[in-house]
């Protein structure tokens, strides 16, 4: 008696019968395909068992024979039933060459009246191969606990979350108030309201003295020489004095308290250094780096205080302990450095006072005139009038005031007109004093013309402030995701 997984079965005349044991389940000998072609007997296989009736045994073979003469592919094609779901996924092309080749061996067999037992054992294993490959009908999958559901969220969201503030500018509070950058800046200067004005880190007396001679020059002149000149000569001497006055001591305000244009700090925080110690035994310093500025090529150092390198016509002011875009100058009678966003109104205070201190210098004087020949008083009686001694007070402080300023408006003028800058200046003056024979450095920043360096300078926008000392610091609350979880 045979096992039933070496069961084997022999194909005889119709008075045989079949081996005994356990025989397989019929579905084993009919299995059945989900999809056929239709009209194409071929393309369902039929294994079945041998009838004792010979008519059967011979539509067997007729179908076999068809079925080997047939060259309609096994699978259905394009004018078939509806598509296979996804899950169902068609045999391999393998399969279905060993299919073909496991009918011809039986069709072979059963023409030279063999059985099962006699052929070799690759025939059989081809049919136990053809048996199993009934493909069930098509089912939903059913998810499995290890693998996760289609219905849920993915691990990753490349979408970030809707947050107010974001994530990426948290700002920075202690104690429930806002951190504002002022309070996080490492300078000398002084800081006021809230970080909106600020002075330089110079002591303010110069600036409060110079304030102060500009208050008392214009107070005294309208107190006296200008009520005179309002009610004897023409209100419009007063007028143009005053708004004069008015455009000096608005400008000389906004210059002292105005950013300068203090560049951000810590953007070069590791920056390249030389193969080789220096030949002196010095301090190793940053690489300089070389940028080219229209025809010529701008050499930019690195602050290390402020670990960033500089912009061409930049500068440090140790006063300050700033990096300073486009410096001029720290000027003390402003308490501030003078800097590209602050250089136009400089300019307008020199021009202004100049232009002020000129015509109380000459409004004075001619009221002084003016009491001595129409009022026919004598100088000195002219002197005690109470209109007299303020003028004459305006004319001394005017006068002595003048020179400075209208040297310093002459100076800062010419550099307009070819469009450097006063460091610029004096780094030239010293090389012409160490190479006296040769020539003067290039500018590239000239625009060729006096006109359009005037334009370039005064006409430019103030931009705004690198420092933005008045907003909020902020912070990046955003967290690296690390991947799912294990």
């Known amino acids: 008696m045979t096992s039933p997984r070496s069961a084997s079965f022999v194909i005889q005349p119709a008075s045989t019968t079949h081996a005994g044991g356990i025989q397989p389940s019929a579905s084993f000998f009919r299995p059945s395909r989900p999809y056929s072609r239709p009209g194409s007997p071929s393309s369902i296989i039929d294994i079945g068992i041998p009838d004792h009736d010979e008519s059967d045994q011979q539509h067997e073979f007729v179908s076999l024979k068809r079925m080997k003469q047939s060259r309609e592919p096994l699978l259905p094609g394009p004018s078939g039933p509806p598509s296979v779901p996804h899950s169902y996924s068609p045999a391999p092309s393998r399969s279905a060459t060993r299919l073909v080749r496991t009918s011809l061996d039986r069709v072979l067999s059963i023409s030279r009246g063999l059985s099962f037992d006699s ?79 600020l002075t330089g880190g110079d002591t303010p007396y110069a600036f409060l003295a110079s304030f102060t001679i500009v208050l008392g020059i214009a107070g005294v002149w309208f107190s006296t020489t200008a009520v005179w000149w309002w009610l004897n000569i023409s209100p419009a001497v007063s007028v143009v004095t005053g708004y004069l006055a008015l455009i000096t001591i608005s400008t000389m305000i906004t210059t002292a308290t105005t950013d300068p244009g203090i560049l951000p700090r810590n953007l070069d925080s590791d920056p390249p250094y030389p193969a080789s110690s220096p030949s002196d035994g010095g301090v190793r310093a940053p690489m300089p780096r070389d940028l080219k500025v229209r025809s010529d090529v701008v050499r930019v150092k690195y602050c290390p205080t402020c670990k960033t390198y500089r912009p061409p016509r930049s500068s440090h002011c140790k006063m300050c302990d700033n990096c300073v875009d486009g410096c001029d100058h720290h000027c003390q009678w402003v308490n501030n450095c003078i800097g590209r966003r602050n250089y136009t109104t400089f300019f307008a205070l020199l021009l202004s006072a100049t232009l002020s201190l000129i015509l109380i210098i000459v409004t004075s004087a001619l009221h002084l005139y003016f009491l001595t020949s129409r009022d026919h008083l004598s100088f000195k009686q002219a002197l005690s009038n109470r209109q007299g001694t303020g003028s004459a007070v305006a004319f001394g402080l005017s006068v002595s005031v003048v020179w400075p300023v209208a040297a310093l408006l002459t100076y800062h003028m010419r550099l307009l007109l070819l469009n450097t800058t006063t460091i610029e200046q004096i780094r030239n003056q010293a090389h012409k004093s160490l190479i006296p024979s040769g020539p003067a450095p290039p500018n590239p920043f000239s625009h060729g013309s006096w006109g359009r360096n005037v334009a370039a300078v005064l006409c430019r926008p103030t931009g705004w402030s690198w420092l933005d000392a008045s907003a909020p610091v902020k912070e990046d609350r955003r967290e690296v995701w690390e991947g799912p979880g294990e």
């Open 119 to 197: 052929t070799p054992k690759r025939h059989s294993h081809a049919l136990s191969t053809t048996a199993s490959m009934s493909i069930p009908p098509p089912t939903s999958p059913s998810p499995s606990p290890s693998s996760p559901s289609l219905s849920e969220p993915p691990l990753f969201n490349p979408t970030p979350p809707s947050h107010s503030p974001p994530l990426r500018a948290v700002p920075l509070t202690i104690t429930n108030r806002p951190v504002r950058r002022w309070e996080q800046h490492p300078s000398r200067n002084k800081f006021l309201f809230n970080g909106r004005l």
